[in-house]
Nanobody
Framework: QVQLVESGGGLVQTGGSLRLSCAAS????????MGWFRQAPGKEREFVAA???????YYADSVKGRFTISRDNAKNTLYLQMNNLKPEDTAVYYC??????????????????WGQGTQVTVSS
């Protein structure tokens, strides 16, 4: 019953910024734990950031201080503001939703719904 659609990816130079958006359908968006994951070529999908129904946030060490996750429940939208981008941030970024209430870093296998992903490429 939940569909997620990412947008905002693209090409950016090292040090630049992008804001990703995830538009969600479904009536229970405000109750879901939401997260961003990314997957680079040849690598496993990894956790990037999470936000709970109470707006507590959690980040992977690799993005702390550079990325900010937020949600607008009135708009059923999840965001990821990415600043000071680095080439190692290059990946397909996925929005994901979990019906369960969770805190801390999320595991990909625990997520119930996924978007199709949006490509982020950071050039040097």
């Amino acid at each position: 019953q939940v569909q997620l659609v990412e947008s905002g990816g693209g090409l950016v130079q090292t040090g630049g910024s992008l804001r990703l958006s995830c538009a969600a359908s479904g009536r229970a968006f405000s109750s879901y734990t939401m997260g961003w994951f990314r997957q680079a070529p040849g690598k496993e999908r990894e956790f990037v950031a999470a936000i709970t129904r109470y707006s507590s946030t959690y980040y992977a060490d690799s993005v702390k201080g550079r990325f900010t996750i937020s949600r607008d429940n009135a708009k059923n939208t999840l965001y990821l503001q990415m600043n000071n981008l680095k080439p190692e941030d290059t990946a397909v970024y996925y929005c994901a939703a979990d019906y369960q209430y969770r805190t801390g870093a999320l595991r990909a296998g625990d997520m119930d719904y996924w978007g199709q992903g949006t490509q982020v490429t950071v050039s040097s």
